[in-house]
C-alpha cells in the first residue's frame, strides 16, 4: 500500500465542510458507479473513515475535518501508486473549487 496525505485550508467551518463532503461523496458514486464499489463510509464527530473498491482494488483512509481544515490520509495500492500525484493534484483543484 501507498499512503496519501493530504492538508486543505479554508474559509469553511466543520458543519458546512461536512455538509459539502457528503453531498460530492455521493456525486462521485454516481459518476463512477461502474467503476467504484463497495463503499463503506461512517462519520465518527468530525473524522469521516472510509473503505472502498476502485477497479477490484482497495482504498481506505479517513478524512478529518476541522474549522477551516481538511486532512485526507488514505492508503491506495501499490498498483496505483504512479497516479498519486495525479490523485492528489485532482483533489487539491477540487478543493479549492468546492471548499474555497
Do not use: C
Not at 478524512?63 to 492528489?88: G, H, S, T
Request: hydrophobic share 45%; charged share 35%; no cysteine.
Amino acid at each position: 500500500m501507498s499512503k496519501i496525505y493530504l492538508r486543505h485550508e479554508t474559509s469553511l467551518l466543520s458543519a458546512k465542510i461536512k455538509e459539502k463532503a457528503d453531498n460530492l461523496i455521493e456525486e462521485a458514486l454516481g459518476k463512477y458507479k461502474d467503476q467504484v464499489s463497495g463503499l463503506r463510509k461512517e462519520w465518527k464527530g468530525n473524522t469521516l473513515v472510509f473503505l472502498f473498491k476502485v477497479k477490484g482494488f482497495f482504498v481506505s483512509g479517513e478524512v478529518i475535518i476541522e474549522d477551516n481544515l481538511i486532512i485526507v490520509e488514505a492508503k491506495i495500492p501499490l498498483v496505483a501508486a504512479p497516479f498519486k500525484r495525479k490523485i492528489e493534484a485532482k483533489f487539491y483543484e477540487k478543493a479549492r473549487e468546492l471548499f474555497p
